[in-house]
Every structure is written in structure tokens, then in C-alpha cells.
């Protein structure tokens, strides 16, 4: 029987066609086949931040420097971040279920020997191999969180999936830091083993097949993204050691990252069977979602590199009490996950809400750049809710806007760039940050030391401390440089607030560029195309 249009905007209009409602890949046990791709992607994503805090100690344990001990994080980036793009390829030749459940085996195989490692060289090796088989379970694991529901589930599915990649950066320095304080650095890595061991049971018992599909496998296609990505990641982490651009070396990865962009874009446009499909760039909805993931990587993986050290070395916080202050993000990001999944559900156009986020978000920046040395928890944490509030109401409403508009065939190969470009935005939000604070910290000591006079002094330290000292002239200044480096330190940070929250509002006007995704017409494909 036919029935009546729907009015524009609604959610009958917006709604799947109930005879097209049918999830790509059935499964028997969709709900627990779900608990086993979560617990995947939560792993992943943990550890990309869960290693940082052990640092300190790994350098001792494996006989490191300062300098060589940074290539704990940055094999793992690199690795991964030149392995994300092949996952279509990989995924189409080898089967999706296959290679997925070879990604979780490698994935805790390699935490292990991360675990199990006696020097830098052996670290660094399985690092990278880390990098390697966790690379391909983000976009794998948002693929099969589609094609295994029903596209009127997708909004909820995305939630679900969102909150793993929200909170895993947010607990990983928290938990990181508690492991390494009751047990052993190496904790960080074997905790991985039981929850992993749960997920690759799960998947290999309940993830469906799909259909394998022929595929040229585009060399030149990834030797030239793949040097950029290398050249890009390795320009990021050596620039700050070395000074940037007074270094011949810096001059040599800018040489390299741009030539081999240059040369893969033209590639990747024009080549018959390149390593993506056109079809993926084409798409309007899809190209600016991927522009909103180099900004929510920059924002959200930028801000949890900085407030640790901020409230660890300014503010006298523990890892501990760092990690329960910035807890309360993750509990705005669950809030408003699921407020932005209710909405895609009812039909809700999905653009205003992504600019609602990013507005939210740039409202905590702008309270945190009013911070001083003197804040207390409560605003921390009520600018972390706020901020957490505003990245839940984002995620969920641009993957749908995303994949909206994209057939089925090629989820996997958009979810890799989209993961991408959500990782080449933290690299270089975290980089760009890092620059801008020691750049600002030197400005800022000038600053304050060039208007520090005698009736300053006593406004700025208790000089009745320093009585007990013979050299009272020394040690006060002493005090005051101190406190001097403080005060720069705090307006070096505000700083960086102020610029991320100039980048979150540029970043609005594109969700209005977006096209309202359609529900899809005819017959559901087969499984594989």
C-alpha cells in the first residue's frame, strides 16, 4: 500500500525504508559480538596514550636516553600510521573477518613482547609491530559495528563505537599511571593480554564472513603516502629536538613529506586502480568529514597532552588526582553520546548538532584560557564536562553524516582515512602545541622578568622563608626566577587554549557545507560490494 510523503525534515522522512532495513552481515549474536569488537578498539586506542606516562621508567630499565627513548612512541605512530591506509586492500583480499581476527592476535602477540622487552632496540621492533596489527582494528572494527546492524541502528552502533575512541585517550594516562605506581611499567603492555584474549574469542566464534573481492594492490599508490606519512610523523616528533629548521635534517623530512604528497595526490587522482576509490574524495560529506577529524584530533588529543604536565608540574597534582580531574570529560562525552544518538534516531538534521558540538567545545577553551595558577578543581573539571559534552554531540552525528552517503563496498576504506585523519591531526595538534608553549614560555619569562622590580618582589614570593639562609640575596632570587618561570609556564598554556579555541570555531562553518544524508533506495547490496 502506498503511503503518504513524509514531511521534509522529519523523521519518517529520514527514516530507513523498513523493507531495506536489514543489517549487511546478519549475525546470531549481535550482542555479543559487539562486546568483542569494543573490547578490541578500546585496547587500540588505549594504548596510544597508556605508554606515555611509563616512559621515565622504561628509559631507565632499558638503558635509554631522553632523545632515544621517544622512539618508543614514535615507531608505534609511524607504523601505524602507514599501515592505516592499506586496510581496504587488505581487507577485500584476505577477507575482513580474517584479517581482523589476525589483527587482534598480532595486536596482543606484540603487547606481550612489549612487555617482555630487555632493550631499546627489542622495544622499539615490537613497538612498531604493535603499530602494525593495531592499525588495522579501528577501521575494521566501525566497518563490522555497521555492517552487522541494521541501518536504523547505525546512530546507536557509532555511539557505542564513539565512546571507545573518546574515552580510551582520557583513561589511558590514568591507568597507565596507576599500573606503573602498584606493579610494573611493563603492566601497561600486559594488560592488554586478558581483555584481549575475551575480544579474539568472541570475534573468532561470532564475526561473519565476508566476501573476498580481487583487488589490485596499488604500490606506488603506498610507497608515496606512505614516505609522507613517514616523512610528516618523523618532522613532527625530531622538530622540537632539533630546533626545527636549524636542523639539516628537519629540512630533509619537509623535503620528503612534500614531494611524496604531492606526487601521491596526483597519483591517487589519477591512477586506474589507485589504493582508494575516487569515489571516496568525490563525496562531498565524506571529504569535510575528514577536514573535522584533523580538528577533533588536534583539540581533543592536543588538550589531554597538555593538561597532565600542566596540573602535574605547575599545580603539585599526582597521576592519580590528574587523572580523577580529567575524568569527568569521558562523563560528558557518554552524557552527550547519548543525546546525539537519540537525536540521529529521531531524523534530527545532524549538521546543527556537529556545530553545537564544536561551539561547546570552544566554550571550555574559552574557560580554560581564563585558568591561573590559582584555579581550583571545580572549574577543571567543569570545563573538562563541558568539553566532553561537546565532542559526544560531534562524533556520532558526523559518522552518520559520513557514511550516510557512502555504499557499503567502501566503509572500510573510508573508516581507515577517517582514522587517518583523526591521527595525523593528533600528531600535529600535539606537536604544533608543544612548539607554541616552549616558544611562548621563553616570551612570557622575558616579559615578566623585564617588569620584575624591588616592590614586586614581596608580591610574588614570601621572602620571611629565606631567613634561615646566609645568602638571602641568592636564594630570594632564586624564589623569584622560579616563580617567574611558573607564571610564563600558565601564560604559555593559555596560549595554546586560546588557539585551539580559535581552530574550533573555524571548523563550524563546515558542518553547514555538509549534505543531510538520505536513506539509501532499491535493494540492499550483497555482502562485498
Request: hydrophobic share 55%; glycine share 8%.
Amino acid at each position: 500500500m502506498a503511503s503518504r510523503a513524509a514531511p521534509a525534515g522529519s523523521a519518517a522522512a529520514t527514516a530507513p525504508d523498513p523493507a531495506h532495513d536489514v543489517a549487511q552481515l546478519p549475525v546470531a549474536n549481535p550482542g555479543i559480538l559487539i562486546v568483542g569488537i569494543m573490547a578490541a578498539s578500546l585496547l587500540q586506542v588505549l594504548d596510544t596514550t597508556i605508554a606515555n606516562v611509563a616512559i621515565p621508567h622504561m628509559r631507565t630499565a632499558l638503558g635509554a636516553t631522553t632523545e632515544t627513548i621517544t622512539w618508543v612512541l614514535t615507531s608505534y605512530i609511524i607504523a601505524s600510521a602507514v599501515a592505516l591506509p592499506i586496510t581496504g586492500w587488505l581487507a577485500d583480499r584476505v577477507g575482513g573477518r580474517r584479517l581482523f581476527i589476525l589483527s587482534v592476535a598480532g595486536f596482543i602477540m606484540s603487547s606481550m613482547l612489549c612487555g617482555m622487552a630487555q632493550n631499546l632496540e627489542e622495544m622499539v621492533l615490537f613497538r612498531a609491530l604493535q603499530g602494525v596489527t593495531g592499525a588495522f582494528i579501528a577501521p575494521l572494527s566501525q566497518a563490522f559495528m555497521l555492517d552487522t546492524n541494521k541501518p536504523s541502528k547505525h546512530a546507536q552502533m557509532m555511539a557505542l563505537w564513539g565512546m571507545g575512541i573518546m574515552i580510551g585517550p582520557i583513561l589511558g594516562p590514568v591507568l597507565g599511571g596507576w599500573l606503573t605506581e602498584q606493579a610494573n611499567w611493563r603492566w601497561v603492555f600486559y594488560v592488554n593480554l586478558p581483555v584481549g584474549i575475551l575480544s579474539l574469542a568472541i570475534l573468532i566464534s561470532q564475526l561473519p564472513t565476508r566476501e573476498t573481492v580481487k583487488r589490485k594492490f596499488d604500490l606506488t599508490g603506498f610507497i608515496l603516502l606512505g614516505v609522507a606519512l613517514a616523512s610528516f610523523q618523523m618532522l613532527l616528533d625530531r622538530g622540537q629536538t632539533l630546533d626545527w629548521y636549524d636542523s639539516y635534517e628537519i629540512w630533509l623530512w619537509t623535503f620528503l613529506f612534500i614531494s611524496a604528497a604531492w606526487m601521491a595526490v596526483i597519483h591517487l587522482g589519477t591512477a586506474k586502480d589507485g589504493l582508494f576509490d575516487r569515489a571516496l574524495f568525490l563525496d562531498r560529506n565524506f571529504a569535510i568529514a575528514m577536514g573535522f577529524m584533523l580538528a577533533i584530533g588536534v583539540v581533543m588529543f592536543a588538550t589531554m597532552a597538555l593538561l597532565p604536565p600542566m596540573l602535574q608540574q605547575l599545580m603539585g597534582y599526582d597521576v592519580i588526582d590528574t587523572g580523577l580531574v580529567l575524568m569527568p570529560r569521558g562523563i560528558g562525552v557518554l552524557i552527550s553520546m547519548q543525546f546525539a544518538g537519540m537525536a540521529m534516531r529521531r531524523g534530527i538534521d545532524s549538521r546543527p548538532v556537529v556545530a553545537t558540538g564544536f561551539l561547546i567545545c570552544a566554550l571550555s577553551l574559552y574557560e580554560m584560557a581564563q585558568w591561573s595558577l590559582g584555579v581550583d578543581q571545580f572549574h577543571i573539571v567543569a570545563s573538562g564536562l563541558v568539553q566532553g559534552l561537546g565532542m559526544g554531540l560531534v562524533f556520532i552525528p558526523l559518522n552518520v553524516s559520513a557514511f550516510g552517503t557512502l555504499p557499503p563496498r567502501l566503509r572500510t576504506d573510508g573508516s581507515s582515512l577517517l582514522n587517518l585523519f583523526r591521527s595525523l591531526g593528533a600528531s600535529a595538534g600535539i606537536s604544533l602545541t608543544t612548539v607554541m608553549l616552549a616558544r611562548n614560555i621563553q616570551i612570557a619569562h622575558s616579559d615578566i622578568a623585564s617588569n620584575v622590580t624591588g616592590a614586586s618582589v614581596s608580591s610574588m614570593i614570601d621572602v620571611s622563608t629565606v631567613d634561615r639562609y646566609q645568602n638571602l640575596g641568592e636564594v630570594a632570587l632564586s624564589m623569584l626566577d622560579l616563580e617567574a618561570n611558573r607564571q610564563a609556564a600558565m601564560v604559555a598554556y593559555i596560549d595554546d587554549f586560546w588557539m585551539m579555541m580559535w581552530i574550533t570555531l573555524a571548523a563550524v562553518p563546515l558542518a553547514f557545507i555538509m549534505r543531510k544524508p538520505k536513506p539509501a533506495k532499491g535493494p540492499m547490496p550483497p555482502p562485498g560490494e
